[in-house]
T-cell receptor
Framework: GAGVSQSPSNKVTEKGKDVELRCDPISGHTALYWYRQRLGQGLEFLIYFQGNSAPDKSGLPSDRFSAERTGESVSTLTIQRTQQEDSAVYLC?????????FGPGTRLTVT | DQQVKQNSPSLSVQEGRISILNCDYTNSMFDYFLWYKKYPAEGPTFLISISSIKDKNEDGRFTVFLNKSAKHLSLHIVPSQPGDSAVYFCAATIAGNMLTFGGGTRLMVKP
């Protein structure tokens, strides 16, 4: 079956520009998560959506980061006024509960 | 404060032998533990998980052991194959919320 998909796979942007990253979860998965992995570092939690509950935004590093999810479907992660330290692989995961299945990630490079 | 730690950054094993990957955690509230495998430029791939109410879970060549009193889990791969060479992450969650990851262990299986 189809896994988690993310687009774009790669994004190069200039410092100060806004970017939007997209995640299509596995159909039927109620939970959706965003993580990022900066070069040489571990995976950092960003935000978590579960059904119609208010998202857990506790991992977002600054107010330049926001995310939305339409029902139990697509999610977009938006980074405004990108900075060089935002360069990372942004990973989306979805799951029924407990187990999370990851997409291939979007590699964001801020120049 | 690293709640999940993988103290061995790398491990080298001969093909056919057992690989043992270790993980320690500090938060006793974690109720579910997972192991992921990651190849370069790909998202983490779910391998195996274990609930905190169990002490062992087996799936083919992969077995995860949980020692709650020691706050320690391990992943055993028997027999190891060259295709198992990757970075392995342990992760923990509370009630299906966001995953807290260890720093990863790079496994190299030599033919």
């Amino acid at each position: 079956g189809a896994g988690v998909s993310q687009s774009p796979s790669n994004k190069v942007t200039e410092k100060g520009k806004d970017v939007e990253l997209r995640c299509d979860p596995i159909s039927g998965h109620t939970a959706l998560y965003w993580y990022r992995q900066r070069l040489g570092q571990g995976l950092e939690f960003l935000i978590y959506f579960q059904g119609n509950s208010a998202p857990d935004k506790s991992g977002l590093p600054s107010d330049r980061f926001s995310a939305e999810r339409t029902g139990e479907s697509v999610s977009t992660l938006t980074i405004q006024r990108t900075q060089q330290e935002d360069s990372a692989v942004y990973l989306c995961a979805s799951g029924p509960t407990h187990e999370q299945y990851f997409g291939p990630g979007t590699r964001l490079t801020v120049t | 404060d690293q709640q999940v730690k993988q103290n061995s950054p790398s491990l080298s094993v001969q093909e056919g032998r057992i690989s043992i990957l270790n993980c320690d955690y500090t938060n006793s509230m974690f109720d579910y533990f997972l192991w992921y495998k990651k190849y370069p430029a790909e998202g983490p791939t779910f391998l195996i998980s274990i609930s905190s109410i169990k002490d062992k879970n087996e799936d083919g060549r992969f077995t995860v052991f949980l020692n709650k009193s020691a706050k320690h889990l391990s992943l055993h791969i028997v027999p190891s194959q060259p295709g198992d060479s990757a970075v392995y992450f342990c992760a923990a969650t509370i009630a299906g919320n966001m995953l807290t990851f260890g720093g990863g262990t790079r496994l190299m299986v030599k033919p």
